[in-house]
C-alpha cells in the first residue's frame, strides 16, 4: 500500500508524483514547453512536464493520530459548513477518538510552499468508516465526510483524495464504497458521478433519531 501522493501544480497544470512510477532519468525529468507526454497512471494523469517555478506543493497521505488537531480544526470547518455550532475542542477529540479506536481511516491532503518547504497546513480530508454488506458478505467503506479547505478549493484536491480513498478500499479487498450527499449539493453529485458513482435509484434509505 502507498503512504502518500504528492502533486504539484505548474502554470494550472497538476503534476503528480508517486514514488514508484515518477521515476524518469534526468534528461527526462524536465522538458521544453514545446514538448508534451502523457503518462496513465494508477493516481492520475500527467498532462504536461513544464518548466517553470513551483508555486504549491500538496501531498495526500493517510492521517495518523498525531494529526488529530489539525484534522479536528478543519473538521470543526465542515460540521459548521452542515449549520452545526462550533465546537473546535469538540471535534478534535472526535476524532482523536476515531483514530485512537481505530473506528476511521482518514486520508488529508496538506500544502506546502516551493519556496517555504517544511510540515504543512492541512488543505482537506476524506474520513472513512468501515461497515459490511450481508448480501455480498464483504467488507465495504463509507465515505462519511470529505471537505477542502476554501483557501485551498479548484486544485483538484476533493478528487485526489477520493482516489486515494478508492485506492485504499480496493487494497483492503472492499466491494465497494457508500456516500451520500445533499440533493442541492450539485458540485458534489457532478464530482462523485465523474469517479464513477452511481446514484441509488432501486432503494429508499430511512433514518431515526434515538
Given at each position: 500500500?502507498?503512504?502518500?501522493?504528492?502533486?504539484?501544480?505548474?502554470?494550472?497544470?497538476i503534476?503528480?508524483?508517486?514514488?514508484?512510477?515518477a521515476?524518469?532519468?534526468?534528461?527526462?525529468?524536465?522538458?521544453?514547453?514545446?514538448?508534451?507526454r502523457k503518462?496513465?497512471?494508477?493516481?492520475?494523469e500527467?498532462?504536461?512536464?513544464?518548466?517553470?517555478?513551483e508555486?504549491?506543493?500538496?501531498?495526500?497521505?493517510?492521517?495518523?493520530?498525531?494529526?488529530?488537531?489539525?484534522?479536528?480544526?478543519?473538521?470543526?470547518?465542515?460540521?459548521?459548513?452542515?449549520?452545526?455550532?462550533?465546537?473546535?475542542e469538540?471535534?478534535?477529540?472526535?476524532?482523536?477518538?476515531?483514530?485512537?479506536?481505530?473506528e476511521s481511516?482518514?486520508?488529508?491532503?496538506?500544502?506546502?510552499?516551493?519556496?517555504?518547504?517544511?510540515?504543512?497546513?492541512i488543505?482537506?480530508?476524506?474520513?472513512?468508516?468501515p461497515s459490511?454488506?450481508?448480501?455480498?458478505?464483504?467488507?465495504?467503506?463509507?465515505?462519511?465526510?470529505?471537505?477542502?479547505?476554501?483557501?485551498h478549493?479548484?486544485?483538484g484536491?476533493?478528487?485526489?483524495?477520493?482516489?486515494?480513498?478508492?485506492?485504499f478500499?480496493?487494497?483492503?479487498?472492499?466491494?465497494?464504497i457508500?456516500?451520500?450527499?445533499?440533493i442541492?449539493?450539485t458540485?458534489?453529485?457532478?464530482?462523485y458521478?465523474?469517479?464513477?458513482?452511481?446514484?441509488?435509484?432501486h432503494?429508499?434509505?430511512?433514518?431515526?433519531?434515538?
Open positions: 500500500m502507498i503512504k502518500s501522493i504528492v502533486w504539484r501544480r505548474l502554470y494550472g497544470i503534476l503528480i508524483e508517486v514514488e514508484y512510477i521515476n524518469f532519468d534526468a534528461d527526462d525529468e524536465w522538458v521544453d514547453r514545446s514538448k508534451c503518462l496513465n497512471k494508477k493516481y492520475g500527467i498532462s504536461s512536464l513544464l518548466r517553470g517555478k508555486q504549491m506543493v500538496y501531498r495526500v497521505r493517510r492521517a495518523g493520530l498525531d494529526d488529530a488537531q489539525q484534522i479536528g480544526e478543519l473538521f470543526n470547518q465542515y460540521r459548521m459548513f452542515y449549520n452545526q455550532v462550533s465546537d473546535t469538540g471535534a478534535i477529540k472526535y476524532i482523536q477518538e476515531r483514530l485512537r479506536k481505530n481511516v482518514i486520508w488529508m491532503a496538506e500544502s506546502e510552499s516551493e519556496l517555504e518547504p517544511g510540515p504543512g497546513n488543505a482537506g480530508f476524506v474520513q472513512l468508516y459490511f454488506s450481508s448480501v455480498s458478505m464483504s467488507s465495504i467503506w463509507v465515505l462519511n465526510d470529505l471537505f477542502v479547505h476554501m483557501d478549493r479548484k486544485q484536491i476533493a478528487r485526489q483524495l477520493m482516489q486515494a480513498a478508492q485506492n478500499a480496493s487494497e483492503t479487498g472492499a466491494v465497494r457508500t456516500l451520500s450527499t445533499a442541492s449539493n458540485q458534489a453529485q457532478a464530482l458521478e465523474s469517479e464513477g458513482y452511481a446514484k441509488d435509484n432503494f429508499l434509505y430511512y433514518e431515526r433519531n434515538v
